[in-house]
């Protein structure tokens, strides 16, 4: 460590944040939400539009939402429709979308369920997933990995193809990880969009097609480069494990998943994104999917030198939270963000303390580092300094990632050049200071050491606060980005169902063997 | 330094009227010399002269990215232009909280969001929260207002209710994500709202953003634009004295209506 931190007070913070997902999980072990519920039947296969457009596995889950049908889990329902007809389970889809058939004749009441009718379905979908993970080590260990930080950039431009083209100029200048950032409301809509798009708002929406397009598009720069160039998109919103299966399917690499992030900037209930968060981080750890957590986002609202130590917080409950979805350290990209008011004094300083205090607390975590964009200002040529002041603080501090910043944010969505520039300004700086990080101590007793032993000492506080009076409660008092928010509001709350006694989900019960995590308090911790 | 002739403006590099702009742009043709040459090209034909191109660069695939110099031949007569600004007297939170005090006698409530859907609430947040920007407070620290921060993509009907719910003088829109325009037409909507409601004239409209102006406001319907650098206390300013000023408007004895 080389802020020579107190292990004492960092214990006491992990012993926090872990009884507070442990709180968190009891709620989540005896829930289940539609969205959960939509996943399984994308994972047993069921794809495609009714009529209306509606995507399939809402017209199941809706029909069977209505029937009471959920707690027991969808999945008991489709094997023992599948068992009966010998139909497939995206025909037995079809048939309910048309009111062929009536899910709810082949409930546990009819019968003994016969699980094993979609047990080929399930075994194909995570054959495809493994074969993902397979295929992902041998590009690893046969083209460049890159170098850490790694270098990743943005493209929004609304039409997956014109994406394609700009993330491939992208990779060629040196980008390690390409980022579709979505159509801005995406993460409000209680459904996957379907389909190539070539419309949108602010970004581009994730669609499992236009994840496969990006792939095809990244993997033949990949080749062409010598470089694995990683694909990036958004579990976060209504649809968080539904958007993890379409990325486990397609060979996403990263994935943004944060515990809190849609209840606090979203207004998506808590009931519903715990549960959302808990399948949805699993199936990114099946898959072998960083996740990158959303702690940047305080920042925006909050101020970083003031509320430092919640971002410190929430690391840590989002560490405790992806432990018990099954996600090893080194899938669990932590987030913070280069936000403190450039017009500070020492502001470069405390930077530097909070990136190097992460880093040294999580020494496994391919950390996230994320760019100034609250003091741009449209002066572009400040920006790109700032820019280059977030860079050096990131190589300085052996950042895992690094989401460049854009020297016209606040004006608009990166244009081409934009891009290029940004990446000349990081690569320039992490190959001159390349070393920097090695060949510095900090001052015992310095304004750096000391504004990270502060900081942790808040946080160890504030975990005190959050476990004693429960993550919920605490979340209603505004502690985290100075935005409250209550158990029973915001969007989301009618797709939260209890599970009954016989409730079954195949992937969760195959996952969970897999990955080692029994239903228990104690998760793995690898 | 030679005068400055206002009727006839130029860009100023390092002396009066050389009219030196600089370029950053790309084209989506392969770097080399055609690209070089097209991007020169391109320059002339924006009006400019002696065009430089210093730097060009290679951003794989087929784009290139240069940097021009021009001299720009146009110029703009200073003393006939018009550029709309909101009419406001600077005060700070203290003197704006005593004038609304003194001369209205009652709270102003204002009425915010971030509507459509956009989500980013950086702006309004600023103005609004408690916690305020550079150093100053936002409306809800403010004693003499009643600030509701709706927060992110608000309908616009929602805006509108919570407006008469809570009988606003005031309505802020923030919009920040403005790509291919969607915040026109949002906001030109909210506008169609407020007048089928009947309650257009009885509220003071603003809108902000970084890419709005005050000109651009007006000529959406709204009563004032804020754009970016905007603090808690300029808005605070406007409201207050516009809600005076307003008063005085629609008394009888003026008999004046907007």
């Known amino acids: 460590m080389k802020l020579d931190l107190d292990i004492s007070t960092i214990d006491r913070c992990r012993e926090c944040a872990g009884s507070i997902a442990d709180q968190i999980m009891e709620h989540v072990r005896g829930v289940t939400t539609t969205t959960c519920e939509r996943t399984v039947l994308r994972l047993l296969g069921v794809d495609g539009v009714d009529h209306a457009g509606v995507p399939l596995p809402n017209v199941v889950v809706d029909t069977a939402h209505k029937a009471g049908l959920l707690a027991d889990g969808i999945a008991t329902y489709i094997a023992q429709a599948v068992a009966s007809t010998g139909l497939r389970p995206q025909q037995v889809a079809e048939k309910v979308a048309c009111r062929q058939m009536d899910l709810a004749g082949f409930g546990p009441a009819a019968g003994d369920c016969d699980r094993s009718a979609v047990s080929d379905a399930v075994t194909a979908s995570l054959s495809r997933i493994r074969e993902n993970v397979a295929k992902r080590r041998d590009y690893l260990s046969q083209l460049d990995p890159g170098t850490e930080p790694l270098i990743y950039v943005i493209v929004a431009t609304g039409n997956i193809y014109e994406d394609v083209e700009q993330a491939q100029s992208a990779a060629k200048a040196g980008?390690?990880?390409?980022?579709?950032?979505?159509?801005?409301?995406?993460?409000?809509?209680d459904y996957v969009p379907y389909g190539a798009t070539t419309e949108g708002y602010g970004g581009t929406y994730a669609t499992q097609e236009n994840f496969r397009i990006m792939r095809r598009g990244l993997d033949s720069v990949s080749v062409e480069t010598g470089r694995y160039v990683r694909l990036v998109n958004y579990c976060s919103g209504l649809c968080m494990p539904e958007i993890a299966a379409m990325g486990a399917l397609e060979r996403l690499d990263m994935m943004l998943n944060d515990s809190m992030y849609g209840i606090l900037f979203r207004d998506i209930n808590m009931k519903r994104t715990f549960a959302d968060q808990y399948f949805s981080r699993m199936i990114n750890a099946y898959a072998g999917i960083i996740i990158n957590t959303g702690e940047d986002n305080y920042l925006t609202t909050a101020d970083a030198y003031d509320e430092a130590h919640t971002v410190l917080a929430s690391q840590f409950i989002n560490e405790a939270l992806a432990h018990r979805s099954g996600l090893p350290d080194s899938q669990i990209g932590l987030g913070?963000?280069?936000?403190?008011?450039?017009?500070?004094?020492?502001?470069?300083?405390?930077?530097?303390?909070?990136?190097?205090?992460?880093?040294?607390?999580?020494?496994?975590?391919?950390?996230?580092?994320?760019?100034?964009?609250?003091?741009?200002?449209?002066?572009?040529?400040?920006g790109y300094l700032l820019n280059g002041m977030f860079n050096l603080a990131g190589i300085m501090t052996g950042q895992s990632i690094q989401l460049l910043g854009m020297l016209t944010e606040a004006i608009h969505t990166p244009h081409v050049h934009d891009r290029y520039l940004a990446i000349k300004n990081a690569k320039y700086v992490f190959s001159n200071a390349r070393h920097l990080g090695e060949d510095i101590i900090f001052r015992p007793g310095g304004i750096i050491q000391r504004r990270a032993e502060q900081v942790l000492g808040d946080t160890a506080r504030m975990l005190e606060h959050v476990r004693e009076r429960g993550l919920m409660e605490s979340m209603g008092e505004g502690l985290f980005a100075g935005i409250a928010r209550t158990p029973d509001g915001g969007r989301g709350l009618d797709g939260v169902v209890a599970r009954s006694d016989g409730y079954w989900n195949p992937f969760e019960e195959a996952m969970s063997k897999e990955l080692g995590l029994v239903a228990s308090v104690n998760p793995s911790r690898r | 330094m030679p005068q400055v002739d206002l009727k006839n403006i130029r860009p100023y590099g390092d002396s009066l009227d050389d009219g030196r702009v600089q370029l950053g742009f790309s084209l989506p043709i392969r770097y080399g010399p055609e690209a070089k040459e097209a991007a020169r090209q391109l320059v002339i034909k924006m009006g400019f002269e002696s065009v430089d191109v210093v730097s060009a660069h290679d951003l794989g695939g087929h784009f290139t990215y240069f940097v021009v110099y021009g001299k720009c031949t146009h110029s703009v007569d200073v003393t006939s232009l018009r550029a709309p600004r909101v009419q406001v007297e600077q005060m700070d939170f203290f003197k704006i909280n005593d004038l609304v005090r003194d001369k209205l006698g009652r709270k102003i409530t204002v009425v915010a969001a971030c509507t459509g859907s956009d989500a980013h609430t950086v702006g309004i947040d600023a103005i609004i929260n408690m916690k305020g920007y550079a150093g100053e407070y936002g409306l809800e620290r403010y004693p003499w207002f009643r600030a509701h921060n709706l927060g992110a993509q608000v309908p616009n009907e929602t805006l509108v209710a919570k407006a008469i719910d809570a009988d606003a003088d005031a309505i802020l829109v923030s919009q920040v994500v403005t790509q291919k325009n969607v915040h026109i037409a949002n906001m030109t909507r909210l506008v169609d709202l407020l007048e089928a409601e009947g309650i257009r004239d009885d509220v003071i409209l603003i809108a902000g953003g970084p890419r709005i102006t005050h000109e651009l406001a007006l000529e959406l319907g709204y009563d004032a634009g804020f754009g970016p650098g905007t603090l808690p206390s300029h808005v605070a300013a406007y409201i207050a004295q516009e809600m005076i000023r307003k008063e005085h408007r629609t008394s009888p004895e003026l008999g004046e209506e907007r």
């Open chain 1, 175 to 189: 980008a390690d990880i390409i980022a579709v950032i979505r159509s801005t409301a995406q993460s409000l809509l």
């Open chain 1, 336 to 382: 913070h963000a280069f936000e403190t008011n450039p017009e500070m004094k020492d502001g470069f300083l405390y930077e530097v303390a909070q990136a190097q205090m992460a880093r040294d607390i999580f020494p496994n975590a391919p950390l996230k580092y994320m760019p100034p964009t609250k003091y741009m200002t449209g002066d572009i040529f400040r």
